[in-house]
């Protein structure tokens, strides 16, 4: 049954109610036929991604970015941003509207995120930070993981734990809070 339970982490959606209530054997065969549905429909979107990545290089900032966000949903612009890597990812993080850059980041993994916000300008990835603090703190914690110490102060400022550390002792970022009492002290 553990697969089934993975199965939002890849999905985006919650698992509905008729499977779970299913024999472990049937959940794996539904599990099973939804990746290969998900893989015949996004068959090639590597490539289309990795083209697109390729062909923005070559395209000024001033006019790819009012074009993304007017007509690329987020999860196709961080698809074409897993191709580009890191450097040039970041190059359109500093550019894009709050609220966009947002978007596309829920659909980049937490590594990658933690890499451009502390390749980004400052005071951007500050304010993405800030935001995601307040809206997103689950999905901040994670990115703020793999952030180095720099980066790090940032979210150490904007956040306030428990007095006491034990009340922390079984969250699954313990070792993360540890970091970050050690910078508010």
Same mark, same amino acid.
């Given at each position: 049954?553990?697969? %089934? =339970? ?19 054997? #049937?959940?794996?065969? &539904? ?6 549905? &998900? ?7 590597? =490539? ?8 923005? !290089? @070559? ?11 007017? *007509? %690329? ?14 450097? #040039?990812?970041?190059? @359109? ?13 829920? *659909? ?7 890499? %451009?916000?502390? !390749? ?6 500050? !304010? ?14 994670? %990115?703020?993981? *793999? ?9 150490? !400022? ?25 910078? #508010?002290?």
């Amino acid at each position: 049954m553990a697969a %089934i =339970e993975d199965a939002p982490l890849w999905a985006g959606i919650p698992v509905p109610e008729t499977i779970r209530l299913m024999e472990s054997h #049937q959940q794996e065969a &539904v599990l099973s036929w939804a990746k290969e549905v &998900v893989a015949s429909s996004t068959d090639g979107f590597d =490539e289309l991604y990795e083209a697109i990545s390729m062909i923005v !290089k @070559y395209i000024p900032h001033f006019v790819v970015i009012p074009l993304m966000v007017e *007509h %690329i949903k987020p999860r196709i612009a961080a698809g074409v941003c897993l191709k580009m890597g890191v450097e #040039q990812a970041t190059g @359109y993080a500093n550019d894009l509207p709050a609220e966009y850059f947002t978007e596309v980041s829920r *659909h980049i993994d937490a590594p990658m995120m933690a890499e %451009i916000l502390t !390749k980004m300008k400052k005071h951007h990835a500050e !304010k993405f930070i800030i935001s995601e603090l307040r809206r997103h703190l689950t999905r901040m914690l994670e %990115i703020a993981e *793999h952030l180095d110490d720099k980066m790090l102060e940032i979210v150490a !400022k904007h956040v306030t734990l428990p007095e006491h550390q034990d009340d922390l002792v079984k969250h699954p970022h313990t070792s993360l809070f540890s970091r970050i009492r050690q910078m #508010q002290k």
